[in-house]
């Protein structure tokens, strides 16, 4: 390991970096600054067939197969605003942008990205790459809806285009959408085009002490939790005001958006949004949870592992056509637990397409569903 | 055995079309260009079509999958002499109103599972205008827009699922109604994907509720540049729209002249804008939209009173490509898109080209999104207008690609945008897209020849070729 850590930090000498706090310690660590230089490191990893784990922000290195990295490629440098056009409600970001920093420079023009609201250090390329989503996709849709345009750099060192700069675009096939979610499988996800909504005037959230079956006409946002239920308004003043009256219960100016559930292990449940309200009364008292109904999902915390009780809970929510999903845990649960449970159909297709763009598997190899 | 005799084992006499007087109208979509069909065949399951798709292969004969045949990118006209597979018997539509879901034929009109899913207060937010006439199977095809996908996005956004009939004859559910379906999100690359990929037999889609309130505004104005700013400046503002059309005198007068849906026809533009959702919101924002039209010298601006005249702006805007007949017997309608930023300056050029060429271009099209459809009506007995039309097109494409847009915004490359791929895409772009497309349909059974211009696939698997290597 030695040799072929020297013999790598000589090839891609102008790329090296400093170790990230978190990631494996034995790693090459490299930062490039340019697609270009992301491509020729992509390029000679996969020459030697060297297995790459792309680290952005580190937030989301919870999800999916564990990845034992020759290389740890950090987005860190690429972390230019590229183009952002006010008017077009377009923006064009590199992969190493955060999230926190982009959304605070939209809101400078009360514009937003929809991207996840407490998403800490994430970065833009790894919500993307995990397509991950925030509250308000219960109006906005997920992360994907956003995805407008994507530079990849591919497992063997190409720089692909897919897509454009425009908001409404059916020019070949749509590899922006494929990205959201790929976790890598496609290569580096070095550049996004992403589509922008404005910021409303008017913003609110109000407390609710109990689920309803109904919260209005299409609220920004819903999260139940155990012992509250919190609706996120938005518009102009009148309808937020309108609003508030006739959902009752106390209110604050703001959003005001919940932590991420507490615990040592989280989990995703994903269902059918007509079947989360059962799936949710049917997890241990002990958990916690932040349901939102609309969309199906709930981001779950709890402290103690039990294999038996978690595997069940995932049968029970696969035979119903869902998921449930580890997405941060101590090393020892993935090694008992598969993260994503039973793979989707589909999977020779899905190697086949993956083949396509990474053909020595490198980057983030098994971090998908079935150890893809 | 024959192939018609194979698919008549399979489908009945009745549901495989082989007399050329049957099979003729097949060979075209609602474009101008016609292709050779061999036989047609109207499968109602997808296990009919995984049948179809086995004997096709057999036989090497390539696909075409076909809805109701709307298209103008001539994505439904065979290249070379193929099997059509009709989706219009698959018409099943199975609602989960808790969840706000339903599952769909390829079949079902657009029009009508928004009618059949009405009395639950749901709708299918893509509404093009052909969807009284176009198929969900379609709409999925071609990732299909409309005038209200301004606010709600485009087909792609509210597909949840595609079952999937593959090359290999497999059945794949793709996608489902929980959130974030684990894997690569191979529905969305299905989506938009013009047939190429496989045969989507249905399609498990997004219902959004109907909004509350409406209001429908009307803005004339002497000049189509005001009427582009007001578009750029009502997005400026801070307000997205439902939907946010435009179009101009020539296409005004001839939608007056058809349906008399009380446009101004003295106006050099008119835009209609509508904004939906709380009763709260919709009359503070129809005001706004009201300002900055007037401070774009805005003519006259005005606000349906009631659902028919709102239903009579609507007709009018969603009949104009059939008011066209009126002006000329033959028309050729572009799809193109542009930030919307830059719509006044690709306008002026769009008039600037259509002077040139010496031909009629009207123009009616989604503003809100930068998504141009410039008409041009010509009468094509005359000697020469044919070119005439082809050139102008070839430079309007060419205007849109150099102020920063694309070749198409919702009617797809199919066959007529397929050979100027290399304007927005390089060959390595290109390349990556052909991969792709032969990770599903290896020996290119379905759609061959559209979407990617011949020579796509043009590196060897592994690495790029280097510059100035002939293969």
């Known amino acids: ?23 494996p310690e034995d790693a090459v660590f490299v930062a490039p600054a340019t697609l270009e230089g992301a491509a020729e490191v992509l390029a000679t990893a996969s020459r030697y067939a060297l297995p790459v784990l792309v680290w952005g922000g580190g937030t989301h290195q919870g999800i999916g197969g564990r990845v034992d990295p020759v290389l740890v490629l950090s987005t860190a440098r690429l972390n230019a605003i590229v183009d952002w056009q006010p008017d077009d409600l377009t923006v064009v970001v590199e992969a190493g942008v955060g999230v926190a920093d982009l959304e605070a420079r939209l809101g400078e023009r009360r514009q937003t990205a929809v ?41 063997d060192g190409r720089v692909v285009r897919g897509g454009g700069r425009v908001v409404k675009n059916v020019t070949g096939y749509d590899l922006p959408r494929l990205a959201a979610g790929s976790f890598g499988s496609l290569g580096l996800i070095g550049r996004v085009c992403l589509k922008l909504w404005p910021l409303p005037e008017a913003r609110r959230t109000v407390t609710l002490t109990e689920r309803r079956p109904e919260y209005g006409y299409r609220p920004l946002a819903v999260v139940e939790e155990r012992e509250q239920v919190q609706v996120y308004l938005a518009g102009t003043l009148a309808e937020v005001e309108a609003r508030t009256a006739e959902l009752g219960g106390t209110y604050q100016e703001g959003w005001q958006w919940p932590d991420p559930p507490s615990g040592s292990i989280t989990l995703s449940l994903r269902v059918a949004p007509r079947l989360l309200r059962d799936a949710l009364d049917e997890l241990p008292k002990s958990w916690t949870y932040q349901a939102l109904p609309g969309v199906g999902e709930a981001r779950v915390g709890l402290d103690k592992f039990e294999l038996r009780t978690v595997s069940e809970i995932r049968h ?18 993935y090694a008992t637990f598969d993260p994503w ?17 990474d053909p020595d598997r490198i980057v983030n190899p098994g971090r998908l569903p079935g150890g893809l | 055995m024959t192939l018609v005799r194979e698919l008549q084992n399979v489908l009945g006499a009745g549901r495989v079309l082989a007399d050329p007087l049957r099979t003729h109208v097949y060979g075209k979509d609602a474009g101008i260009r016609r292709g050779e069909v061999v036989a047609v065949a ?40 193929s099997l059509i597979v009709s989706t219009t018997r698959m018409t099943g539509i199975e609602a989960d109103v808790a969840s706000r879901t339903a599952w769909v034929g390829a079949g079902v009109f657009n029009l009508d599972l928004s009618h059949h899913t009405s009395p639950y207060g749901l709708h299918f937010a893509p509404d093009p205008s052909s969807q009284a006439a176009c198929t969900i199977g379609g709409n999925v095809a071609n990732n299909s827009g409309g005038p209200h996908c301004l606010a709600e996005g485009t087909t792609v956004n509210h597909v949840l699922a595609v079952e999937l009939v593959t090359a290999a004859g497999e059945i794949l559910v793709l996608g489902g109604d929980a959130p974030d379906p684990i894997g690569l999100d191979l529905r969305g690359i299905v989506v938009g994907s013009e047939g190429t990929l496989g045969i989507v037999t249905r399609a498990l889609v997004k219902l959004t509720p109907n909004p509350p309130a409406v209001r429908t505004l009307l803005a004339a104005y002497d000049s189509v540049e005001d009427a582009a700013a007001t578009v750029s400046g009502i997005i400026g503002a801070g307000v997205v729209p439902a939907a ?16 008399g849906a009380g446009f101004p026809t003295d106006a050099a533009a008119v835009l209609l804008a509508e904004v939906t959702g709380h009763p709260a919101a919709v009359d503070a924002e129809a005001e706004l ?13 005005r606000v349906a009173v009631d659902e028919a005249e709102r239903a009579l702006l609507w007709k009018g805007r969603k009949a104009a490509f059939g008011a066209v007949a009126q002006t000329a017997p033959d028309y050729y309608l572009h799809d193109t898109v542009v930030p919307r930023t830059k719509l006044v300056e690709v306008m002026a050029k769009v008039y600037e080209i259509a002077a040139r060429y010496d031909l009629v271009m009207m123009n009616v099209f989604h503003a809100g999104d930068g998504n141009l459809h410039p008409l041009m009506a010509f009468d094509a007995s005359q000697e020469g207008v044919l070119e005439r039309v082809q050139a102008a097109a070839d430079e309007l494409v060419t205007v849109c690609v150099e102020a920063g847009g694309s070749l198409s915004g919702e009617h797809g490359i199919g066959l007529e945008k397929r050979d100027l791929m290399p304007l927005v895409f390089t060959e390595v772009d290109l390349d990556a897209q052909a991969r792709l497309a032969e ?22 698997i592994g690495r790029p070729v280097p510059e100035g290597t002939w293969i």
């Open chain 2, 244 to 259: 946010l059309e435009m179009m101009d005198q020539m296409m005004t007068t001839a939608v007056e002249r058809f349906v």
């Open chain 2, 42 to 81: 109207l499968p109602a399951t997808a296990g009919e079509v995984v049948e179809v798709v086995k004997i096709a292969a057999r036989h090497s004969i390539p696909i075409v999958p076909r809805g109701a045949g709307t298209g103008l990118a001539g994505g439904t006209v065979p290249v070379s002499p």
């Open chain 1, 341 to 357: 449970g039973t793979p989707p159909p589909g999977m020779d297709l899905q190697r086949r397409v993956v083949a396509r763009f």
């Open chain 2, 439 to 460: 990770a599903f349909d290896p020996d290119r059974l379905f759609n061959p020849d559209k979407v990617l211009p011949a020579g796509s696939r043009c590196f060897d």
């Open chain 2, 289 to 301: 939209v009201r300002q900055v039209a007037e401070s774009n010298r805005a003519t006259h601006v």
């Open chain 1, 316 to 333: 029970r929510v696969e035979k119903q056509g869902g998921a449930l999903v580890l997405t941060s845990a101590p090393a020892a649960v």
């Open chain 1, 115 to 155: 991207l996840p609201e407490t998403s800490g250090d994430a970065t833009v390329g790894g919500v993307v790459a995990a397509g991950v989503s925030g509250f308000r996709r219960l109006r906005y849709g997920p992360t994907r809806d956003r995805m407008l345009e994507v530079d990849l750099i591919t497992g």
């Open chain 1, 1 to 23: 390991m030695t040799s072929v850590r020297s013999a790598l930090q000589q090839r891609l000498a102008g790329h090296l970096s400093d170790p990230i706090e978190g990631a």
